[in-house]
């Protein structure tokens, strides 16, 4: 493998494509299917081999915690797909968000991060980053004049998910890299929800991108991974040094799984926003749902916006169940196709109730400020037969 996994795919192919074939090292077996090279460490044909390389003055494989040849793959694969320069693969989506931060931050920074966040998320922004002296400044992600107000010199970077989980809160990710541009700050987004094949917030001036490849990228609810994207200089400069001594690293067998999930990554979320989208429309118009939020509905509040940003109103779903948490217990446990589990981006339909599983440690207040309501569930809609799922919902809603 003389390339070093790093080919570069000719330019001009478009993302099926390169979903498909991007990044593709093949080994001198000559493999249809990318190769999986469980291997922790490689050796040198002689001592000054392993000297050059140490030195930087020869590109090869040193250990796999720095890089590995299907890592390498999955890593190049997914920049293509993203638009992004480079990419780094990290073992889960928190060690992707965790070092998409702390590798820019010091004691004394600023951050600004946008309120509705992934639970563990919130927990790095309000816990974590003060306990090392960040200072962190919440904002309502929609409102812009809170981003305004918020970004001032020392301000390193904004945080933001669009959609967010669970709320599905959008976020003008051009205004605010716009606003954050413009006092010096650098915008990182967790596209987790949408992906790639969605939605792309580079193309809107994001400058960091991060996934948990665990959803819909794996797509199939077998392996954790994650990644952070960006320009060459700060992943050379910043991320790699933070990523290569503290080691989060992916494992070559998890990036093969995840590599092989972006050839259908295309497809399968397509088919997930078909099946969500009549899904969201048949709650939207239920007696016992007394609220649906769905990109993709014109009831959203940013529908207009997500439709900008997101070429279709994604997997989730979030709606509220009348009776509070008894009605939402009594729906979540009368499902006989979508299985109960705090996971999403599965094949397999998944719902939750966020009140009491991923937002539990949110204290109810601030929950509620959120919008997370003791009869909120967030459903992930899965690749079965749609009507399978409807009729599945509607028998459960039945026993409300
Ligand atoms: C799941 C999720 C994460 C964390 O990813 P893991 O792979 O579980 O570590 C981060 N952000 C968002 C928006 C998520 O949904």
């Given at each position: 493998m003389a390339d070093n996994g790093r080919r570069k795919s000719p330019k001009g192919w478009r993302r099926r494509t390169l979903a498909v074939r991007g990044g593709q090292a093949r080994s001198?077996?000559?493999?249809t299917s990318e190769a999986l090279f469980l291997t922790s460490g490689y050796v040198y044909a002689q001592a000054e081999d392993a000297e050059a390389r140490f030195k930087g003055e020869d590109d090869g494989f040193i250990y796999s915690r720095f890089s590995n040849p299907t890592v390498g793959m999955f890593e190049e694969r997914i920049a293509l797909m993203e638009g992004a320069e480079r990419a780094m693969a990290t073992a889960t989506g928190m060690a992707a968000v965790n070092a998409s931060l702390m590798c820019q931050l010091k004691a004394g920074d600023h951050v600004v991060s946008a309120r509705a966040l992934f639970g563990s998320c919130r927990y790095i922004v309000d816990d974590i980053l003060p306990r090392f002296g960040v200072k962190v400044t919440l904002v309502?992600?929609?409102?812009?004049d809170q981003w305004r107000k918020a970004a001032r010199p020392g301000t390193v970077c904004g945080f933001l998910e669009?959609?967010?989980?669970?709320?599905?809160e959008v976020i003008d990710v051009k205004a605010v890299a716009g606003i954050l541009h413009e006092a010096g700050a650098k915008l990182v987004v967790d596209n987790a929800f949408t992906t790639p094949a969605l939605q792309r917030p580079m193309e809107f001036g994001a400058d960091v991108v991060v996934y948990s490849a665990t959803k819909h990228i794996d797509g199939q609810g077998r392996t954790l991974g994650g990644a952070v994207l960006a320009g060459h200089a700060f992943i050379e400069n910043t991320l790699k040094p933070y990523l290569r001594h503290t080691g989060p690293s992916l494992s070559p067998f998890n990036a093969w799984v995840l590599l092989k999930g972006l050839e259908t990554l295309d497809l399968r979320v397509s088919q997930h926003c078909a099946n969500a989208q009549k899904i969201a429309e048949a709650l939207a118009r239920h007696g016992k749902v007394t609220r649906t939020l769905y990109p993709?509905?014109?009831?959203?509040?940013q529908h207009a916006l997500a439709m900008k940003q997101m070429d279709a109103g994604g997997g989730m779903i979030t709606f509220d169940i009348a009776g509070a948490k008894a009605g939402a217990f009594r729906f979540l446990n009368a499902l006989k196709i979508v299985d109960i589990s705090n996971n999403l981006g599965d094949s397999k339909s998944l719902i939750t109730?966020?009140?009491?599983?991923?937002?539990?440690?949110?204290?109810v207040k601030e929950r509620e400020a959120l919008g997370i309501h003791a009869g909120t569930v967030r459903l992930s809609a899965g690749l079965e037969d749609v009507d399978d799922l409807l009729d599945d919902i509607h028998q459960a809603l039945a026993k409300v």
């Open positions: 001198n077996f000559g493999e309502d992600g929609p409102d812009l669009s959609p967010s989980n669970p709320m599905l993709g509905l014109a009831s959203h509040p109730h966020p009140a009491t599983t991923t937002h539990q440690r949110i204290d």
